[in-house]
């Protein structure tokens, strides 16, 4: 599905990624891990096309991605922190993104899952932060695309809507789809993932399941197995 | 009285009857003459004119006669030369239409010219594209009235001016009209004499134009449109009043010219939409009242060695420079004039502001030196650096101000 | 392009920044008609206040329209959505929503008060005009300041810089430049420095229209012959036009290069 060959890409004199390969065949869930400033985020964009690299290639579905657009009706992506238009409803931003990209399906549904009735008519600068990122994932979940990334998505979540928030992608899984997900809650990793990215200083580290990392560390925890890398990486 | 028929020979083809004094003068055919029937009056009669087209040029009349056109009978002097020439007293010539005066770089021909007589009466008569269109010289005593001139002057070398008076006293040029000709009216050397409701338009050079003229009276009269404007120049005891000075436009243009103006009165005259209002260079002595300076570039440009004048009660309405004035010198006074850019108070509410307005700004002062900044016209720099002038004057004379500047226009 | 135009449209027009700005000009057109009766000489007042206020209310509201709607784009960019349309949309957004604020705040007490029956009429709908292109003219710079610097502070910064720039200090150094070297024709280097400033190529254009032309003639033939005829008139709603055009063009460019 994406081909990604020798990527980098610096911001001024920091080089965040350095000649990253990297392929999506399969589906399943997929998370990228890393440190912070890993290079996890801008890879995840790098896909979007949203950040430009200096060099390298990312093919979607055999295509150059660079100045296309059109390839994004096939991803659903759920950014770190969403900010909205201030003065916009949430009602309101609904319909925008209906409008700016037709073809939702079951925005009612995750309506509901999410328990955001409520908060339909409020304004989207007064919603509080897990509220926010209710609103986000349903605009993000709305959409039946075969990719679907998730950056950070457990930001501000309470219990409950982290534990729906995972059954919707493992139903999303089921529907045999491709989900590109970032996080720091090994938990979540562990309970979910089919397959682990590890970037470390822009680079892929370490590509595979989550057993044949720990084998590899000599770790039996995901969390020990990580931090084991790091220590190594640093020491 | 003489009860008389003439019968025009047949090669002239004219006829014309003379009963008591009066004489009738009939177009029958093209070759006709008004001097004939000039030649065959005695002084003191009447010719009326009938309509038709009369080719006839440097008609000579030298002998006290009325010669009254009926229904404009058209004169036309195929441009060979003067139309009518006055060499006597007390003549009167009303209701022609003069035209084709011929054009010449030597002399000054005209519609009708006069020369060393007095006591003429022109009046209701049309001019149309005369070189010059009435021309007194050395003449006493004369009404020039109501007649329309129309001319068709393009550049100022191959063109006449529409009222000419030369060493001439004592004239009236009253509710004539006058357009497209060099300068309007001109006057040099000229005397006691009166110019009053004229309108004079599009003229190429001036509306008015005078030089040498002392003691005379302009008023209710409109300027308007002319290439320069109204010059006014080494003259005394001038009394300007009720006039209108409008839309004179142009690079060098102005309402009104001063140049070495003495003891003048300049009243209840407007000056609306000129280049420079008043350009004023040594001229002394002049009262400036109840003027209204609207809408003009300059209102009033004091060009050096103007002394003594008073300027009061005069309404300065949206000028892009109210006073400006080269060099620092000051000898004039301004008081209780309306301007409209004062912004100062009225504390006492007696109508007349308690801080002192100063008409000169420092852009004023820029333009002067470099006329290219002009184009920094209503910049917000400018305002600044015109404000921080009008707080701590270097540039401007500090002592230019009106003490008592009016929070109200004067009616 | 166009539903995003929308949005960013109505976004703004529901921000109370909006309604301050229409409500600015909504007051500021009844004031100086009530002071003055004479709607001729509003319209002087008008042009002061249009040269000085509408870049620097342009700028700002670009600046800080863009910054304020930063995530919002991101979230934009993750859409199939092709970019330049995502920026396009949104500068016309706010050009558009700020221009109408000018021309429905002005328009409104000058309809009042009979502009229609007025001979004004004419300099009127020039005043607003130039008003709403140098609305555009100052968004659009806003944007690729914007663009350019990640900042915030330094975005502000350096579109008020840009404004003070245009608005004054450009004069500024024109006006020495003209004292200078005052020994020197200098009506066509006047003409030409003129170009390279939207706000004084607006204002020469309003004043003309406001019969001060001869004015203009005073220092020479080039100006008036410059300005006063049609073709002056054409080519410096051109030049104009240019300053739009080459600021969205540029805005286009940068944003095909940015990272977001």
Known sequence: MIVIKDLHKKFGKVTVLDGLNLTFEDKGIHTILGPNGSGKTTLIKSILGMVIPNQGSIEFNGKQILGEWEYRNQISYLPQIAYFPQNLKVKELFQMINDLRPGSKNEAKLISLFQLEPYLDKKLGNLSGGTAQKVNIVITFMFDSPLIILDEPTVGLDPVALIRLKQLIIEEKEKGKTILITTHIMSLVEEISDNIIFILEGKIYFEGKIDSLKEQTKQSNLEKAIANILEETYA | ?411 | MLKILKYGFFDLMRSRWSYIYFLFYLSLGFILLFLNQDVGKAVITLLNIILILTPLIGTLFGVMYYYNSREFTELLLAQPIKRSNIFLGQYLGIALSLSLSLVLGLGIPFLAYGIFQSSEIFNFFILILIGAMLTFIFVALAFNIALIFEDKIKGFGFAILTWLFFAVIYDGIFLILLLVFDDYPLDKFALFTTVFNPIDLSRILILLKLDISALLGYTGAVFQNFFGTNFGMFSSITVLSFWIVLPVTFIIYKSKRKDF
């Open chain 2, 1 to 411: 009285m003489i009860h008389k028929k003439i019968f025009i020979p047949l090669i002239l083809f004219i006829s014309f009857t003379q009963i008591f004094g009066q004489i009738v003068v009939k177009k029958s055919d093209k070759n006709s003459s008004i001097q004939e029937a000039i030649n065959s009056a005695a002084p003191g009669d009447t010719l009326f004119v009938e309509q038709g087209v009369y080719y006839e040029f440097d008609i000579s009349i030298t002998k006290p006669l009325t010669l009254i056109g009926l229904n404009y009978p058209v004169i036309d002097g195929e441009e060979k030369g003067n139309i009518i020439q006055v060499a006597s007293d007390s003549v009167t010539i009303s209701g022609f239409k003069l035209i084709n005066v011929g054009a010449s770089y030597t002399k000054e021909y005209s519609a009708i010219h006069t020369f060393n007589v007095s006591n003429f009466t022109i009046e209701n008569n049309i001019f149309e594209n005369p070189y010059y269109a009435i021309h007194i010289e050395k003449s006493k005593r004369g009404i020039i009235r109501k007649n329309i001139i129309h001319g068709n002057a393009k550049v100022e070398s191959s063109s006449g001016n529409g009222i000419h008076l030369w060493h001439s006293a004592r004239v009236e040029i009253i509710d004539n009209k006058i357009e497209q000709m060099r300068d309007g009216i001109y006057l040099e050397f000229v005397k006691h004499s009166t110019v009053k409701g004229n309108e004079s338009r599009k003229n190429i050079r001036y509306g008015l134009h005078f030089m040498f003229s002392n003691n005379n009276t302009y008023d209710n009269n409109v300027f308007e449109n002319n290439g320069a404007g109204v010059a006014v120049m080494f003259s005394k005891n001038i009394f300007m009043r009720n006039n209108t000075f409008k839309l004179n436009w142009g690079t060098a243009s102005y309402g009104l010219l001063l140049k070495e103006i003495y003891d003048a009165n300049i009243i209840d005259n407007i000056f609306e939409k000129n280049t420079i209002g008043i350009s004023a260079e040594g001229s002394n002595r002049v009262t400036y009242e109840g003027n209204n300076f609207i809408s003009n570039g300059w209102a009033i440009r004091f060009l050096g060695a103007c002394y003594g004048n008073k300027l009061h009660q005069n309404n300065f309405l949206n000028n892009a420079f109210d006073i400006s004035y080269s060099g620092r010198l000051n000898g004039n006074l301004f008081d209780k004039n309306y301007w409209s850019e004062y912004t100062g108070y009225d504390l006492n509410h007696d109508g007349i502001g308690d801080i002192p307005y100063r008409p000169i700004k420092l852009f004023s002062y820029i333009v002067n030196r470099t006329p290219e900044s002009i184009i920094l016209l209503r910049s917000l720099f400018i305002d600044i650096i015109n404000f921080s002038e009008k707080v701590s004057p270097v540039f401007t004379p500090d002592n230019l101000k009106d003490f008592h500047p009016l929070m109200k226009p004067v009616k």
